[in-house]
């Protein structure tokens, strides 16, 4: 069941090239259907309530490649698979706006979302690094698309940050399993006690710093700004609002599931990388303040929001850990959903800097009231979803973190907030609200069409209705937890 | 029924919209409807579900209507009421009125969201939406004015909310509840006084903010005078109170009775108090002059807070006052927006120098206004008069029980306040209804407004006599409610209102204020040009608190720290251009004959070679030179080197 869940996608993309060209509608009725039909099967896995387990190969004796669907891995392929359902149904009509050979984009596109439902159900540490690598190296020609000098050197630069973090977790991989019963996931970790503490932290380190590269974690977080912006806004949502979880999946199985929350409660490592991503929920919301280039904006919006998964993560918490799940499917739906309105105004006005938004809101309504509620919710104002998932996050961080880092954590969590409100608000605020000069004049608006508003609407109902009616999602996120913790 | 209340609005605010394609008419009367049906649903839960309480598992909103949550809902619904009357005309020939309503319907959900919830999360929510619903309002005429304001409000209100959230945070870590009913008992109880502090405090500012507490007063004088008159009278009178439920919750329920605290509020309120009365006093745009004493009644209020909180179990006279005097600015400033509204709507001006005149011959806008201003100065026989005594008379009290000298001197500053009070409008009185119109004055001087209209006005005005005169059988019936909530105790004895020493503190106010209008207004601030009065405006532009601290400060605090993220941001792209210049150079061989050219001429003067062939040749040389240095073996045979520097380095080690 799991192989065919990764295989369908992989599949679908490797037919695209060979699709006859000027199929248009066909080859888009195509994609709909086999992501729908994925869509439907990890439903249905995940519903059924059993837990998939299957073991492909033996590399070695002790290294397998196998796959697993629990509670975690669940999350992170639902997320994945309706983001690309989503996703299809908006290219369908962005895309006309593009020049570049579509075929390869969605090639690229499946194989990655196959690439990344095996990152999120590995069940083992090497399986998951190979998936991993995997995911980097498909979603690179997503950014290449463009073929502009500016895209080439984005897709470099991205690709050279993660090999250069991925190093960093071979390192550690080949530390931890000497010092690990097995390198399969287990909830609890795995290691063996008493061996090299020392160095063990150092290889979880080493981990947790290549795994955040794609997290956007400082220092490795600078790829993001300059690649994610110079890819197709389908493209750019999904690297923003999912590829990038890869990262988080990643930190999240080495913390939990191999190294365990207890052996790193209260060590340099969990101080270092709380400081760490503290750091970087600051510096990208500092950042995407003072950047004029809304997706730029947006890319440096992903750095700190992302990183405020990693703060509920590396409090070593079951609330932290619940927040940090919350924080990643509020911010998945928020972050796709602002590329979907960058992309919209991109191609329908023709706007990429947030200078020139004066009026576009008057234009557009419906899009800009689409964006007034993500932004409501990525900023964190009750009752949005991002306010829960802040909630835990900072209620974690007080109850758990011992000395002053207890408030010192939401407190920047929150000025982060102001940061953001700050980077969002005055866009909507000068596309909304142009000045008494400027006439509403009714043959300036602008009609979406709707593959690209329905998806747009779609994520900012999510964001909405679940922030209004937390309790349903809120306990379903516990209950994971509670089976990791 | 508090379903209704809360949700209902929302509703009829989708419903407007969908009206307002069609029909503005249709609109404005059901927007008349909707609110007078919240009114009469709110009234009768108040009399028929008093004490009861309501929750929405799914979305964790609790509700509860107690005494003071019954008197402020029937307040918000009755000034939603009212102002609703006015909209219609006040709104004739506008654009963008769907938005408008639409947001006015939404803020009233979510005020009475405020005002009726019963945990702190409840009201945190529909605190942070009425923030943003009210921020449509400020920017609704989309002057530059209004655009600038609205900038400052939301920045103030996103700044406080998040505070606010920080406090919610550790409080609730704190105690592990946020049910206001709770609260006492769970706050007492915790150890860690200065977390708690700090809970307080965060809590502090975000409904501080709201209130229009100094320093963060800064939004208020400026988002009011620009929104549209129905609209600020609801942000003077009710907006603010929201804020001011929050100051009293924090007061009551978690720090209760805490003298450290009763201070702080005492000291920012008694600034907040003089700063507002000083600058209406200098001003002479109507709606500014309102807005800027809505900030001094702000400070009055909080005063009378401040004295619940200390005067402990005394607290009787402050507790009852501070309500009063809340219930008492809600409805004196629906009534002065009101008026500034039809000033505005009949002149299109709000200048003093403008509508200079404009009340003469009009006995019916006269008597409101009076209604509205004598209460605001506390006259006897309005409700204003009965808050400000409670209040001056615990401050009065409270002074003899502690002894302290600085009690005595916030005492006159409240006395010199209230004279300043009754000094602005009077010069708001004297401009409006006795000085004669300026000559180019060219509105229509028939019926100032429509029917409903004046009932409006009428409704608004009317209030105040009739709970000014009914002391014993109606406003201390009202206030004896709020006391479970405010932390209050009964009064022990009968007031005398009507006494000479509560008549006294009311004669020095005005006194003051006489004396005020005519030293000060009518010498400095008045100037006679052709035996015309003109209105100076002698406020220095420099002394805001926001153009010269604040956003000064911010933009530099903004500009250095985005110089030192960006360096971080930077800094492992940078790390690698570094290696790239030095250590990992680009083996791409550059070729640059013309800098060597100057060289090249001096050797070629020497030589039998022309300048050209020099500069070639040197051209080769370098290439090469750079070729080999570049070069894998070249890098080999250094290694080697380094290797055998290190050789040689063990050997001498080892044998010395």
Request: hydrophobic share 55%; with cysteine.
């Amino acid at each position: 069941m799991l192989l065919i869940i990764i295989l369908l996608p992989v599949l679908t993309g490797l037919m695209m090239p060979h699709f006859p060209s000027g199929h248009r509608r066909g080859k888009f009725f195509f994609l709909l259907a086999s992501q729908t039909i994925e869509v439907s099967l990890v439903l249905f896995s995940v519903l059924s309530g059993k837990i998939y387990a299957s073991n492909i190969w033996h590399l070695t004796e002790s290294l397998t490649i196998g796959f697993k669907l629990d509670g975690v891995a669940a999350v992170f392929c639902l997320l994945t698979v309706v983001s690309w359902l989503l996703t299809v149904l908006y290219s369908y009509e962005y895309m006309q706006h593009e020049h570049g050979h579509e075929a390869n984009f969605y090639a690229f596109l499946f194989i990655s979302e196959g690439m990344l439902l095996g990152t999120s159900l590995s069940a083992d540490f090497v399986s998951m690094y190979v998936f991993y690598e995997l995911t980097s190296l498909c979603s690179m020609p997503l950014v290449l698309y463009e073929r502009t000098r500016k895209a080439i050197t984005g897709a470099v630069k991205y690709l050279y940050y993660s090999i250069g973090g991925a190093f960093f977790v071979l390192f550690g991989i080949v530390v931890l399993y000497d010092n690990t019963y097995t390198l399969n996931f287990a909830a609890g970790g795995t290691l063996i006690p008493g061996h090299h503490t020392q160095l063990v932290l150092a290889a979880v380190f080493c981990v947790i710093l290549g795994f955040g590269t794609k997290a956007g974690l400082f220092p490795m977080h600078n790829w993001l700004p300059t690649a994610h912006p110079v890819a197709p806004a389908p493209a750019s949502a999904l690297l923003s609002g999912i590829i990038t979880k890869a990262g988080v999946i990643g930190i999240l199985r080495v913390i939990f599931f191999v190294a365990g929350a207890d052996r790193l409660r209260g060590t340099w490592v969990q101080t270092t990388c709380l400081t760490m991503a503290l750091f970087t929920v600051f510096m990208g919301s500092m950042m995407a303040y003072a950047e004029k280039n809304f997706k730029k904006r947006l890319a440096y919006s992903s750095i700190s929001q992302i990183s405020y998964v990693l703060t509920g993560f590396f409090v070593l918490s079951q609330e932290g850990l619940m927040g940090g799940l919350l924080q990643v499917t509020f911010h998945a739906a928020a972050k796709i959903a602002l590329f979907y309105i960058a992309g919209i105004l991109i191609c329908l006005a023709g706007v990429r800097s947030v200078e020139r938004f004066r009026g576009v809101g008057r234009r557009m309504p419906l899009t800009f009231a689409c964006f007034i509620l993500v932004s409501l919710s990525l900023v964190g104002i009750p009752p949005f979803g991002g306010f829960v998932s802040k909630w835990f996050i900072a209620q974690a961080a007080l109850d758990a973190l011992p000395g002053a880092m207890a408030y010192i954590a939401p407190a920047v969590l929150l000025v982060s907030a102001l940061l953001t409100a700050g980077y969002l608000f005055p866009p909507i605020i000068r596309g909304f609200l142009p000045g008494e000069d400027l006439p509403a004049d009714p043959a300036l608006r602008l009609r979406e069409p709707w593959p690209l508003t329905v998806p747009l609407v779609i994520l900012a109902a999510i964001c909405g209705i679940l922030g209004f009616f937390p309790g349903f999602i809120t306990s379903v996120m516990q209950h994971i937890a509670g089976s990791v913790l | 029924m508090i379903y209704f209340v809360i949700f209902y609005p929302v509703l009829a605010a989708f419903v407007s919209v969908w009206l307002g394609r069609r029909n503005s008419r249709a609109q404005g009367t059901f927007v008349v409807c909707s609110t007078g049906a919240v009114l009469a649903a709110m009234v009768l839960a108040a009399f028929t579900g008093f004490g009861s309480s309501a929750a929405i598992p799914v979305c964790q909103l609790t509700f509860a209507l107690d005494g003071f949550r019954c008197v402020y809902g029937i307040v918000v619904a009755f000034m939603w009421f009212v102002s609703a009357l006015l909209s219609p005309q006040y709104f004739l020939g506008h654009r963008n009125l769907n938005r408008y309503y639409f947001f006015f319907l939404m803020t009233l959900s979510s005020t009475a969201g405020v005002f009726l919830s019963a945990d702190l999360y409840t009201t945190f929510l529909f605190f942070e939406m009425m923030s943003f619903g009210s921020y449509v309002w400020v920017v609704q005429e989309e002057t530059p004015g209004a655009i600038d304001a609205g900038k400052t409000y939301l920045t103030i209100a996103v700044l406080g909310g998040l505070v606010t959230l920080m406090g919610l945070f550790i409080l609730y870590h704190l105690t592990g509840t946020l049910v206001i009913s709770q609260l006492q008992g769970a706050c007492a109880a915790v150890e860690n006084r200065s977390a708690l502090w700090g809970a307080a405090v965060c809590i502090l500012f975000g409904f501080g903010a709201k209130a229009g507490m100094f320093p963060l007063h800064i939004w208020l004088p400026k988002a009011h005078p620009v929104a549209p008159a129905p609209a600020s009278a609801l942000l003077s009178g009710v907006l603010t109170k929201a804020g001011l439920f929050g100051v009293i919750l924090v007061t009551a329920q978690i720090l209760p009775y805490n003298t450290g605290w009763g201070n702080l509020i005492l000291v920012l309120g008694a600034i907040t108090m003089v700063l507002g009365a000083v600058i209406a006093v200098f001003s002479n745009n109507l709606k500014y002059i309102l807005a800027c004493s809505s900030l001094s009644q702000i400070g009055f209020i909080l005063t009378g807070i401040a004295m619940t909180c200390l005067l402990g179990e005394e607290n009787a006279l402050a507790a009852n006052g501070a309500v009063l005097y809340m219930m008492n600015h809600s409805l004196v400033k629906l009534t002065l927006f009101l008026f500034a509204g039809v000033v505005y709507i009949n002149t299109h001006a709000l200048d003093l120098n403008q509508i200079r005149g404009y009340g003469r011959g009009k006995p019916l806008l006269h008597a409101l206004f009076l209604c509205g201003a004598c209460s605001l100065a506390g006259i006897p026989g309005f409700c204003g008069y009965l808050s400000k005594t409670l209040v001056h008379e615990s401050i009065v009290e409270y002074a003899h029980l502690s002894g302290s000298w600085a009690i005595t001197a916030v005492e006159w500053l409240f006395l010199f306040s209230g004279g300043l009070t009754a000094a602005y409008l009077l010069k708001i009185y004297v401009a409006l209804f006795w000085q004669k119109a300026p000559e180019r004055a060219h509105w229509n001087d028939g019926s100032w407004g429509m029917p409903l209209s004046k009932a409006a006005l009428l409704l608004a005005a009317l209030t105040l006599p009739v709970l000014g005169l009914l002391p014993h059988g109606l406003s201390e019936r009202i206030t004896a409610l709020t006391l479970s909530f405010t932390g209050g105790q009964p009064f022990a004895h009968a007031v005398h209102y009507f006494s000479l020493t509560n008549l006294k503190g009311v004669a020095i106010s005005l006194i003051i204020g006489a004396l005020v209008y005519i030293f000060f207004i009518r010498r400095a601030l008045i100037h006679q040009e052709h035996s015309q009065p003109v209105y100076l405006a002698r406020w220095p532009e420099w002394l805001s608190l926001e153009e010269s601290v604040y956003k000064p400060f911010f933009a530099w605090l903004i500009r250095v720290l985005s110089v030192i993220i960006r360096f971080f941001c930077d800094i492992l792209d940078l790390l690698v251009l570094f290696i790239r210049k030095t250590i990992l150079r680009d083996s791409r061989v550059r070729v640059n004959r013309h800098r060597y050219s100057t060289v090249a001429r001096s050797i070629a003067k020497a030589s039998p070679l022309d300048e050209q062939q020099v500069s070639d040749r040197m051209g080769t040389f370098r290439d090469t030179a750079s070729r080999m240095t570049n070069s894998l073996s070249f890098s080999l045979l250094m290694t080697c080197l380094g290797l055998c520097v290190v050789l040689i380095f063990i050997l001498l080690y080892v044998f010395f």
